[in-house]
């Protein structure tokens, strides 16, 4: 069964095309208009081992928060859809993630309820990448995703002072533990209720 999904979603502020497919190789194609995004999706997809495609256009001249929010919506809708009915997959993962000083641990579940915490401070917040990117979106496109995606989500820094290094290293944690959850290792919908 293949697991991929396509979604597309325009407003009056974004127009949001994604592509994923779960089974994939890693490879990516994305371009939202702001670089740093642009690479911690990247990011996503090449750690995840997913195929990753998004194409984003968004009211930059008002800043990036529509933009990020919006691909945060769109990825978590196409993750949801392109992982079906969850039969056989391992559900859980977690793990600790560093980038240089930074140390972050993820830990999720593919429990089809929608919860975010995510503990990621910063220190002085400086914007990254040019368009400027505000390391807070990070933070709600995690949120985002979480919420469409239906996953319950832990996201804690335990260690870090660079945030362009925080911030990578929370997407990489991500996309390792979708990674390993996502892994069909059974035959049944691993619930005692049957269904996730």
Known sequence: MSRTATINRETKE???????????TGTTDI??????FDHMLDQLGRHGGFDLTVQATGDLHV?????????????????????GDKAGVRRFASGLYP??????????????????AIDLPFG???PLGDPPF??????HFLESFAQQALITLHVTK???????????ASFKGLARCLRDAVRVEGGGVPSTKGAL
């Open 14 to 24: 974004t127009t949001v095309s994604v592509t994923i497919d779960l089974d994939g």
């Open 31 to 36: 371009s939202t208009g702001l670089p740093f």
């Open 63 to 83: 800043d990036g928060h529509h933009t990020v929010e919006d691909v945060g919506i769109v990825v978590g809708q196409a993750f949801k859809e392109a992982l």
């Open 99 to 116: 980038l240089d000083e930074a140390l972050i641990e993820v830990a999720l579940d593919l429990s089809g309820r929608a919860h975010a």
């Open 124 to 126: 002085e917040v400086l």
């Open 134 to 139: 505000n390391p807070e979106m990070g933070v």
């Open 158 to 168: 335990k260690a870090g002072v660079n945030t362009h290094h925080v911030l990578e």
